[in-house]
């Protein structure tokens, strides 16, 4: 099977123990995450040979970085090295009502100074099905943004698929340009984008029409279809338009599911009801992942697709840390119906 290629920011992950506060906390637990590095492994664990593109700095912190991807089965041969730092962000786990928060520490990391012709495209690619990147590895800096442009453009020039999540940070975006300044000429590349209702207007000007439509979960779906069907004739490549349903009863209890719409049929997932959530940074980033597995194996079966991006990001809230470390087996369980949560024996 040809390679998934993911292309972003790898960060330390500091976090107090337990759901202690910043105030409170007299040590971090370490983890390490990004975007694009939490859908590489997630797609490893699933058994989709993988590679990671970054630049990290030539420093312990950035070697355990790579023995982290290393670690999961992610191939990390085409990350280069330069810059002074690794990213950092700090999370303080939320509980019941009280939300969780993120500070980033990431200026002048050594993807922010990247430059184009600095990753050989032709080569990463030479042995690709898919590209995934993120909103996220644009808004870092312009020269970022440069690189990803050139990545896409070569995934487009070799016929391979690109997939992008819009990931808007509203704490980044800090080097003069606005994100609709940026994205529209980077997702008009892609095949398969996640994109909902905000994303649609913030990037596009796009609202969606009036339609006094039946709702689940908040949800107009009449509205949110008529926003698909406005991308798809804004964007002619794109294939398929996604976006995740989160209901936030509390930082403990959410709902969860999904829509796809491909041009054709509106497919809705099954909602899951997460009541003891133990971490959800980086659902959507699984969810994303069980996507892509999703659609390289059950090629006839966008439904199915869907459902098991659903169930994975599902179980990515019940694992601490940014990645989601479970199998597809146990992904398809869920599926067919096996919340128990019982031991295996």
Request: charged letters at 20%; one cysteine or more.
């Amino acid at each position: 099977m040809k390679k998934v290629i993911t292309f972003g920011e790898i960060m330390l992950r500091l976090s107090p123990p337990g759901f202690l506060r910043f105030s409170q906390t007299k040590s971090f637990d370490i983890n390490f995450g990004g975007s694009e590095s939490n859908v590489a492994v997630s797609l490893a664990n699933f058994g989709i040979p993988t590679e990671f593109v970054s630049r990290l700095p030539k420093n312990d912190i950035g070697d355990a970085a790579l023995m982290e991807m290393r670690k999961y089965g992610v191939g990390v041969s085409h990350i280069i090295h330069g810059g002074d730092r690794l990213g950092i962000y700090f999370l303080e786990t939320g509980a019941v009502n009280r939300g969780s928060k993120v500070v980033y520490d990431r200026d002048h990391s050594a993807i922010s100074t990247i430059k184009p012709g600095m990753i050989d495209w032709q080569n990463v690619f030479s042995d690709a099905q898919w590209f995934h990147w993120s909103g996220i590895t644009p808004a870092i800096s312009q020269s970022a943004a440069d690189v990803c442009r050139e990545a896409i453009q070569a995934a487009n020039d070799l016929g391979i698929t690109v997939s992008t999540d819009f990931n808007y940070r509203s704490k980044l975006w800090n080097y003069g340009k606005k994100p609709s300044d940026v994205m529209p000429e980077l997702v008009e590349k892609c095949d398969v984008i996640l994109a909902n209702e905000l994303d649609a207007n913030q990037h596009f000007g796009i609202t969606p029409e009036k339609s006094g439509g039946s709702k689940a979960e908040g949800m107009d779906k009449e509205a949110y279809l008529s926003v698909c069907k406005q991308l798809m004739e804004r964007l002619p490549r794109a294939k398929k338009i996604v976006t995740t349903q989160r209901k936030s009863i509390s930082a403990s209890h959410n709902s969860w599911s999904a829509v796809l719409y491909n041009g054709n049929e509106f497919l809705e997932a099954p909602t899951y009801q997460i009541t003891h959530i133990v971490d959800r940074v980086g659902g959507g980033d699984s969810f994303v992942a069980g996507l892509i597995y999703g659609l390289l194996t059950y090629k006839n079966s966008d439904q199915k697709a869907l459902h098991f991006a659903v169930a994975a990001s599902c179980l990515k809230h019940t694992i601490p840390g940014d990645v989601n470390l479970v199998t597809a087996d146990e992904v398809e369980q869920l599926m067919h119906g096996d919340a128990s949560g019982k031991v295996s024996r």
